[in-house]
């Protein structure tokens, strides 16, 4: 069973920033594509960022341009740097990771990840 275990979620104002980490089993960096979604109460999980195996990052058009995904495999670790947070990106966020979807040009579904972390909570007050 592949571990992902999330860090780093908490409050912050809005305008300001959160880093989160997902910290993987050995080797997952290198062999899984990864990405973080977040849920709200009472909607679907919906996809943030994705960074594939070889470096390569897609964002959700949702937080273009305020949210950075990137990965230090020597650390086994998974990052999302939020900047400039906004009441709206209140949710959990969770880590996700699969081999398959590292073949798949549309990663934005929850359905398409096998391997889950069980969340960081992030509230943004305005």
């Known amino acids: 069973q592949l571990k992902l275990v999330e860090s780093g979620g908490g409050s912050a104002q809005s305008g300001g920033s959160l880093r989160l980490s997902c910290k993987t089993s050995a080797y997952a960096t290198l062999n899984f594509c990864l990405a973080w979604f977040r849920q709200e109460l009472g909607k679907e999980r919906e996809g943030v960022a994705f960074v594939h195996r070889n470096g390569r990052a897609q964002y959700a058009d949702s937080i273009q341009g305020r949210f950075i995904i990137s990965k230090d495999d020597s650390e086994n670790t998974v990052y999302l740097q939020m900047n400039d947070l906004q009441p709206e990106d209140t949710a959990m966020y969770y880590c996700?990771?699969?081999?398959?979807?590292?073949?798949?040009?549309?990663?934005?579904?929850?359905?398409?990840?096998?391997?889950w972390g069980q969340g960081t909570q992030v509230t943004v007050s305005s």
């Open positions: 996700a990771a699969d081999r398959r979807v590292c073949y798949d040009d549309a990663w934005n579904a929850p359905l398409k990840f096998s391997n």
